[in-house]
């Protein structure tokens, strides 16, 4: 892209306006403002402008801060509720020690715009300055009410970490990694952490780059509270009617309740299912040793379990593991006397069975030494011993209502 066309004809510069939609109330509550150039031919993107290091940031600045003066002037009209996203990277927020910017819009609060409605969607990730002084500079605009939102970035390692140091009011997630199988898996585990930090820090979760119903289906039972994307609506120069997708939004999410329904349903019966089983041949089994015990259940869940193992309260392992292999079951002892206290809902699960005297299906994971999706049944069978049972995945696979 010319940048000097660009900067010579300023006035073929203008703002495109992305909704950004609630789970909650099902409507626009805010709009993402991109960047737009009308040129001979068609209407073309400036995010490659921005992007582009040969351009000096004062150029940049000045297209920016056109878009922007633009963009507020339009959204003044709007709903005092609907916020503005504004995108800023490290380097344009930066410019001038940030102050230019923050008068600009000071001015918009003057005339009665809230500086409550701006939420900076901010992406740090290629900015060679000095962290601190840019971290200070975003807590400086939060005193204003300017919110902040932290873009998805390339090094997940490092976005986890810049969220931690900046606690943002969002954290923005891109659903591109799920058309990769590739990185499914891995999207998964990341957007696990960010999830339980962005409880943690009291932060929302936004979804962006849907487009497709099962993105939107995932972005809402992943914690997301607001959407955007192309299957909901594209970027447009004028704005739309909030409610112009409310009845859409009620009968996806209404289809999206129903079948975790059916899908939590199916967890409650299998529960019952192993409950039941498990208490049977307990019943039957009460003076043989573990191994024996090990035995008679194997029985009863072939095709189901593949490894069966009894710990204590304080989660030290009391028997060796059964485990089933190619060439069928056998004992591995090096697991006699492992604690595994130390493991996510452990200690919760045993005073749960402790008080219900029920057994307890878990949630999907990955097993450390098989690396497949599993879940675990554990049983109260005596005092204070619990028994486990690992279910395989192919069992899952084929109770599809269980993955």
């Keep these: 892209m010319d940048a000097l066309e660009i900067l010579s004809n300023l006035d073929q510069v203008f703002p495109y306006f992305q909704p950004i939609f609630s789970a909650d109330e099902q409507r626009i509550i805010a709009y993402e403002v991109l960047g737009r150039y009308k040129s001979e031919e068609q209407i073309i993107s400036l995010g490659s402008f ?21 963009a507020l002037e339009k959204a003044a009209k709007l709903e005092e509720d609907i916020c503005i996203f504004l995108n800023r990277n490290a380097d344009l927020l930066m410019y001038g020690s940030g102050e230019p910017f923050l008068q600009e819009l000071l001015e918009f609060e003057k005339n009665g715009f809230s500086l409550r409605r701006i939420v900076l969607e901010i992406s740090d990730h290629q900015y060679d300055g000095d962290l601190d002084q840019f971290d200070h500079l ?42 990769s199988t590739a990185t499914g898996t891995n999207f998964n585990d990341v957007l696990y952490t960010l999830s339980l930090l962005a409880r943690k820090i009291g932060a929302m979760l936004l ?8 993105q939107l289906q995932f972005a809402w039972k992943n914690g997301g ?3 955007q994307g192309y299957y909901l609506h594209p970027p447009s120069v004028e704005f739309l009617s909030r409610d112009l997708l409310k009845s859409r939004l009620k009968e996806k999410f209404h289809d999206f309740i129903s079948y975790e329904k059916r899908k939590l349903e199916a967890v409650y019966v299998t529960t ?7 208490q049977e041949v307990s019943a039957k089994n009460k003076k043989v040793s573990y191994v024996e015990l090990f035995q008679a259940l194997a029985k009863e869940m072939e095709g189901i379990a593949f490894r069966m193992y009894i710990c204590d309260e304080d ?3 009391k028997s060796a593991n059964m485990f089933k292999g ?10 006699l006397n492992k604690n595994w206290s130390w493991r996510p809902y452990f200690l919760e699960n045993i005073i749960k069975m ?33 028994l486990f049972i690992d279910i395989s995945y192919q069992y899952l696979y084929e109770h599809e209502q269980l993955l």
């Design 50 to 70: 921005f992007q582009d290091n040969e351009i000096p940031d004062e150029y940049k600045y000045e297209v920016d801060l056109l878009i922007v003066r633009k």
């Design 138 to 179: 975003l807590q400086y605009y939060r005193t204003y009410g300017i919110k902040i939102a932290i873009a998805s970035m390339n090094r997940e390692s490092h976005y986890i970490d810049r969220i931690g140091q900046l606690k943002p009011d969002i954290i923005k997630i891109n659903l591109e990694a799920l058309k």
């Design 207 to 214: 979804f962006e780059n849907i487009e497709m119903s099962y």
């Design 225 to 227: 509270r607001y959407y």
């Design 272 to 278: 019952e299912y192993f409950q039941a089983q498990v």
């Design 315 to 317: 989660g030290f392992q």
């Design 326 to 335: 190619a060439e069928g079951w056998y004992l591995q002892m090096e697991y």
């Design 354 to 386: 402790r008080n219900e005297r029920k057994g307890i299906l878990s949630d999907l994971y990955c097993d450390i030494e098989t690396g497949e999706t599993i879940r675990t049944f554990s049983y109260p069978i005596s005092g204070s011993d619990y």
